[in-house]
């Protein structure tokens, strides 16, 4: 079985984006709780809608700012991000 990556993303509203896998599987992740609940300062300039949705897709899974804000694939899958 081929390794699970991030094909493409449709941002959606807000901090909400439609994330879709190699496999076909499409999951509407909300980001928002993460960024919110977090006091680490690198993540402040994800609050803005603009700066969040800045992100690549680097070898499969979502990227800001150079690895600043990066989940594991497995919780992007999931919609289980910890905050």
Same mark, same amino acid.
Request: aromatic share 14%; glycine share 4%.
């Given at each position: 079985?081929?390794? @699970?990556?991030?094909?493409?993303?449709?941002?959606?509203?807000?901090?909400? @984006?439609?994330?879709?896998?190699?496999?076909?599987?499409?999951?509407?992740?909300?980001?928002?709780?993460?960024?919110?609940?977090?006091?680490?300062?690198?993540?402040?300039?994800?609050?803005?809608?603009?700066?969040? @949705?800045?992100?690549?897709? /680097?070898?499969?899974? !979502?990227?800001?700012?150079?690895?600043?804000?990066?989940?594991?694939?497995?919780? !992007?899958?999931?919609?289980? @991000? /910890?905050?």
């Amino acid at each position: 079985m081929p390794e @699970l990556s991030v094909k493409g993303v449709n941002p959606k509203i807000g901090h909400i @984006l439609e994330i879709e896998f190699t496999d076909g599987h499409k999951e509407n992740v909300d980001f928002a709780p993460f960024i919110f609940s977090s006091n680490h300062p690198d993540y402040e300039k994800y609050k803005s809608v603009d700066e969040f @949705l800045k992100f690549e897709i /680097v070898d499969g899974n !979502l990227n800001w700012d150079d690895y600043t804000m990066i989940f594991p694939i497995e919780d !992007l899958y999931r919609n289980r @991000l /910890v905050k």
